[in-house]
């Protein structure tokens, strides 16, 4: 029987020397190989013969190349002609335009051909659409058969993968069926052993769908399920009670100079309700640019100080955490609550100084980056942390930071309005709470697009809006592996508008600054000194600065949907009209209509729809690290039904077998343990 960790040169056909070129593949044990799924299935199964096919058909045949002629019939035209032939005629493959495949058309090669049919006056031509260089002899065992094609490597071939699958396949092997017989039925899933053997060696293409639906099914079952789990441990785990007790976040909410939205309120009302409940909170508060969740993280760290716990707030930037901080130490102060702020850029002495004001209790609201969780910040005793752009930290920064504490609760702020299927595979474990509502006064921003070439005319609206006394933001991007370029680039607009806009003072403010810099220029900004600021996307998220009217994107094509929305945001905060300017050059198709798009709808919640869409879920983010695991054969949003009878499937086992204690769930048990020890670790 077969050994799942069986080591791979006791594979027939697995040397020494192609053991190391599949360990650098990642492939290193049985098991391994056998989740090395297909890339894709060359169909086998309705060759025919270059005799049979008939004009106008789609065809695909094995033949074998004559001779090759390259043609140039006019400019801008390359032909190759090859002829080949098989036992039943002779026939023209022709290629448009692919000079390189001539290398590979070599007398006696044989060839599997798909293309389009043409015959005319007794001549039969293929015009080729897809093309795969064959052996000589076909194995006999893969006539007629769906073809697994493998992801391989140098040096690696395919008839190695299919022979060395078809090895463990064939050796009596039973994988572990972790799904109880009942489970399969009720989700009609197939078993596992015959979805292995299914997508390595389909039988046909319904079988295959079948093979990819179980094995698909498994990827979301297992996230969810973990995500689940964590949160039944955390509601297991007895949390802490924060009573509304009314003395700070009733003066708080009466010196404050707005009524909240009705929407705050409602998300205000479940936060409480989670807090007074004996058990850990965790929460996600999602509400576009400017929907006012500042202000809900702020009455929850007042209801936490009421209860004599101290609060916890954690921001992904410097200037995103000051402005929580300035935000705070003016609202708290007044109230007699001390607020700290915690960053990387503190001197030794202040730091230590702020550690032990925050170990005594004396600092009752901690606002900071990652310099929270170091591990010499050490709390009194916490009851609230708050993560605000959660997508920038992990699973793993939570929990450093909830281990800060007892069990505290935790609400988690996004500004990205996340699309459902990206929110259950990356806030599976986390209730939801929206901000579906804008505070009132706000016109909505008119965006804008406009080529390159317009400039002149963008100039002129940002000198009408400085005359007014606004600002404006220009941004301009920052994609990492050119990060030299492109801060010329930024260097380049930002010399021409000093220019332009002279005698507005215009700031520059980019990733290479120190963040003392940063901080400088920022504070200038919003304290009017500078009235345009160049930037590139370090002012991506949160700040806020009401006299801002103006945001131009340069090269606005090479942002997602989503940062576009959030860049947006940062201005109309105030009750000016304000405008969403979209530069660029593009005059790709797909990128075009993205950027329609933008000027056609505000709500960010349709865009993160659409922009998964278009993108797919690995670019929604952009290039940062987002945290989205990795999938062997899921794809969203392809598969987001699957996402979601898997997300239930989940819940209801949880529900029913909450330790995965019964018999049945033994195995089960067992992988998830792994997996959710990965996820914590990872
Ligand atoms: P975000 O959700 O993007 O974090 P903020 O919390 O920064 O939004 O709020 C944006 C601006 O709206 C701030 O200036 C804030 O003071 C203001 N604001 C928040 N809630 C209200 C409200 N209910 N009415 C009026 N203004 C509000
Ligand atoms: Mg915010």
Redesign the pocket.
């Known amino acids: 029987m077969y050994n799942r960790y069986m080591e791979l040169q006791f594979i027939k056909g697995i040397g020494p020397k192609k053991q190391k070129l599949l360990e650098q593949m990642g492939i290193s044990s049985a098991e391994d190989l056998l989740l090395h799924y297909p890339r894709r299935y060359e169909d086998r199964t309705s060759l025919l013969k270059l005799g049979e096919l008939a004009d106008g058909q789609t065809g695909t045949v094995i033949a074998w190349v004559v001779k090759v002629e390259e043609q140039r019939p006019r400019a801008g035209l390359y032909l190759l002609k090859a002829a080949v032939k098989d036992e039943t005629a002779m026939a023209v493959a022709t290629w448009f335009n692919q000079p390189y495949m001539k290398a590979k058309l070599v007398a006696g090669a044989r060839l599997l051909l798909t293309g389009k049919v043409r015959r005319q006056f007794g001549r039969l031509e293929i015009l080729v659409q897809d093309m795969e260089l064959l052996a000589q002899e076909e194995p006999a065992e893969e006539q007629g058969k769906i073809l697994a094609v493998y992801p391989a490597a140098q040096g690696l071939q395919q008839k190695l993968f299919r022979q060395a699958i078809a090895q463990l396949l064939d050796g009596g092997r039973q994988a572990e069926e972790y799904h109880s017989a009942a489970f399969l039925q009720k989700y009609r899933l197939m078993g596992f052993n015959q979805a292995l053997e299914e997508i390595h060696r389909p039988k046909d293409w319904a079988s295959l769908e079948e093979a990819r639906k179980r094995l698909i099914f498994d990827e979301f079952f297992f996230l969810q399920l973990s995500l689940v789990l964590l949160r039944k441990k955390d509601l297991h785990n007895k949390g802490l009670v924060h009573l509304s007790k009314g003395n700070l976040t009733e003066s708080w909410l009466a010196g404050l100079p ?4 009705g929407a ?1 309120k409602r998300v205000i009302e479940e936060i409480k309700e989670d807090m007074a409940r004996p058990y850990a909170m965790a929460r996600l508060v999602q ?9 809900v993280a702020a009455w929850a760290l007042l209801l936490a100080a009421e209860n004599g716990f101290q609060g916890a707030m954690m921001a992904p930037t410097e200037i995103l955490a000051q402005q929580h901080y300035d935000n705070f130490n003016s609202w708290f102060q007044p109230l007699g609550l001390k607020v700290g702020f915690f960053k990387g850029s503190m001197g030794q002495k202040e730091k230590r100084q702020l550690q032990e004001e925050l170990a005594a209790g004396q600092i009752r609201i901690a606002v900071g980056t990652h310099a929270l969780i170091q591990e010499k910040t050490v709390f009194q005793r916490l009851g609230l942390i708050v993560i605000d752009e959660q997508h920038r930290f992990g699973v793993r920064q939570r929990a450093l930071l909830q281990e800060k504490g007892d069990h505290p609760d935790m609400l988690v ?1 996004s ?1 990205t309005p996340i699309p459902r299927t990206l929110a259950l595979t990356l806030y599976g474990d986390l209730d939801i709470s929206l ?1 579906d509502e804008m ?3 706000r016109k909505p921003v008119k965006t804008i697009c406009i080529l390159e070439k317009a400039r002149e005319k963008l100039n002129q609206l940002l000198r009408q809006e400085l005359e007014q006394g606004h600002q404006a933001f220009v941004v301009c991007p920052l994609i990492e592996e050119s990060e030299a370029m492109d801060l010329q680039n930024a260097q380049e607009i930002y010399q021409q508008l000093k220019k332009k806009l002279n005698p507005f003072p215009v700031g520059l403010l980019h990733g290479r600054q120190s963040a003392a810099e940063k901080e400088e220029i920022m504070a200038a900004f919003a304290a009017g000194a500078l009235k345009a600021l160049v930037s590139t996307t370090v002012i991506e998220v ?1 700040v ?1 600065v ?1 006299q801002a009217t103006v945001m131009v994107i340069e090269n606005s094509e090479r942002f997602g949907l989503a940062q576009l929305h959030q860049l947006r ?1 940062r201005v109309g ?1 105030g009750k000016l009209q304000a405008y969403c300017i979209l530069v660029t050059n593009t005059s790709e198709p797909l990128a075009l209509q993205r950027l329609k798009l933008m000027t056609e709808t505000n709500d960010g919640f349709c865009l993160a729809e659409e922009d998964m869409l278009l993108r797919g879920p690995g670019e929604f983010f952009g290039t940062r690290q987002h945290g989205l695991p990795e999938f062997r054969l899921a794809k969203l949003p392809e598969d987001r039904q699957l996402l979601e009878m898997a997300r239930a499937a989940a819940l209801d086992l949880a529900g029913q077998d909450p330790e995965l204690g019964r018999s049945e769930h033994l195995e089960l048990n067992c992988l998830i343990k792994k997996k959710m020890a990965e996820m914590v670790n990872g």
């Open positions: 707005f009524s909240l939205t705050q509400g576009d640019v400017g929907s006012g969740k500042t202000a702020m500004a901000l505070p009132p006064g949160g806020n009401p945001g905060r």
